[in-house]
Antibody, heavy 114, light 110 residues
């Protein structure tokens, strides 16, 4: 059974940093592209970062370029999102989604506020 | 970054048919297979359709997708109360090198 579990969300001040984790089981992480998708309160979905199977290609939405970094550790079957220089507008539920979004976790809430 | 255009809301009667649209351009919908997601309040999205017309296992045949030019469509037949949800389209944009999403359509089943 495929499982995806995000963690690491928290309340952080503007300018602060957080590292989100996504632990997967039931499939081999190194065989799939992976994505981080966020949803601000009452708003739609936005894919903020994508990484290919090998971890060699990474893609970011313009609003997070230079601040967020996606990475993966196949040995630990985990995906990560390092978020620096956080802004109020980064407040959202962050989801980890596999490949063509066929599996999602329950999400982890990031709140950026002073 | 430019997203996809979806009507923000739609209301249909029980057991009727709803067709949701998603308009993009030649770099995304016109070039790649769109996928459709359903999201109920307080839950993560669920994949309904990918590569324009393929359904994951377990998804009802009442959901079908298609594409014409730069517009993708999701048709839901025999509407049920549980179909009331937000529906999002998404596609890989080759010019942006990233996934783009529509703003979502909130479907109300009357």
């Amino acid at each position: 059974e495929v499982q995806v579990v995000e963690s690491g969300g928290n309340l952080v001040q503007p300018g602060g940093s957080l590292r989100l984790s996504c632990a997967v089981s039931g499939f081999t992480l190194s065989n799939y592209w992976m994505n981080w998708v966020r949803q601000a309160p009452g708003k739609g979905l936005e894919c903020v970062a994508t990484i290919n199977e090998a971890g060699s290609d990474k893609f970011y939405v313009d609003s997070v370029k230079g601040r967020f970094s996606i990475s993966r550790d196949s040995a630990k079957n985990s995906l990560y999102l390092q978020m620096n220089s956080l802004r109020v507008e980064d407040t959202a539920v962050y989801y980890c989604g596999r490949d063509l979004f066929d599996y999602w976790g329950q999400g982890t809430l990031v709140t950026v506020s002073s | 970054q430019a997203g996809l255009t979806q009507p923000p809301s739609m209301s249909k009667d029980l057991r009727q048919t709803a067709t949701l649209t998603c308009t993009g351009n030649s770099h995304n919908v016109g070039n790649q297979g769109a996928l459709w997601l359903q999201q109920h309040q307080g839950h993560p999205p669920k994949l309904l359709s990918y590569r324009n017309d393929s359904r994951p296992s377990g998804i009802s045949e009442r959901f079908s997708a298609s594409r014409s030019g730069n517009t993708a469509s999701l048709t839901i037949t025999g509407l049920q109360p549980e179909d009331e949800a937000d529906y999002y389209c998404s596609v890989w944009d080759s010019s942006l090198s990233g996934w783009v999403f529509g703003g979502g359509t909130k479907l109300t089943v009357l």
